[in-house]
């Protein structure tokens, strides 16, 4: 009997112990000199502020075990022409204070950067956006480290399925007199659908069954003794 109870059980833990990864986009928040496009922010002639609202109730009740985010950087109608050197550098910088993260990671790269202390990022080009820089620092986008897209950080202390990210637009280098910078972000986030109490169908089936041989079970041995 006891063997057939533990192996019930079994069957129940497995057919429950599923994750799952979605990745969201961010809801953009326009603030002063910024608009919203689609899913991006743009801030007008590279300069302006906003923010982006990341949240994980589409999803339902979740339990979640890891969470992180994806920035993604542009720029439009740098000045000068298609012929200069790279001397535009659309700055941006985003933070979150509200919980803990890991070192920042522009592509392959690992910085010292993370959303808790401001995460300094630039697109630089010519009359286009050409690569995308980091430096650690506020300022230096033309002579970074060169990195394709995107910038991903990771919330290593109490996860949180709900959070807002700011983002600030600056020019680094150059000028975008006719163009503007825009910035775009998604939030993935690892969990596990939280069950109800309402037992499934195969679970009351397996429960079931289990019943009927402890039944028959007690009735040999009954009949045994008589």
Request: net charge neutral; aromatic share 8%; charged share 5%.
């Amino acid at each position: 009997m006891k063997r057939i109870l533990l192996a019930l059980a079994g069957l129940a833990v497995a057919s429950s112990a599923f994750g799952a990864t979605a990745t969201l986009n961010c809801t953009p928040v326009a603030g002063v000199g910024s608009s919203v496009v689609v899913q991006s922010l743009f801030f007008t002639q590279g300069s302006g502020a906003g923010s982006f609202s990341c949240s994980d109730a589409a999803l339902g009740a979740v339990t979640l075990s890891a969470v992180s985010v994806s920035i993604f950087t542009d720029y439009t109608a740098g000045n000068g022409g298609a012929s200069d050197p790279n001397d535009n550098s659309a700055g941006f910088t985003f933070s979150n204070a509200a919980t803990t993260w890991a070192a920042a990671q522009p592509g392959a790269f690992t910085s010292t950067m993370n959303l808790a202390t401001n995460v300094n990022l630039f697109t630089i080009g010519n009359l286009s956006s050409q690569q995308n820089t980091f430096t650690n620092t506020a300022a230096g986008g033309l002579g970074g480290t060169a990195y394709v897209l995107p910038t991903t950080d990771a919330q290593n202390g109490a996860l949180l399925g709900v959070f807002s990210i700011g983002a600030v637009g600056n020019i680094d280098a150059g000028g975008f007199t006719n163009g503007a910078s825009d910035a775009r972000i998604t939030a993935t986030f690892t969990y596990t659908p939280v069950t109800t109490s309402s037992p499934e169908p195969v679970s009351m089936l397996l429960f079931g069954s289990g019943l009927l041989a402890v039944s028959l079970i007690g009735r040999k041995k009954l009949a045994g003794k008589r």
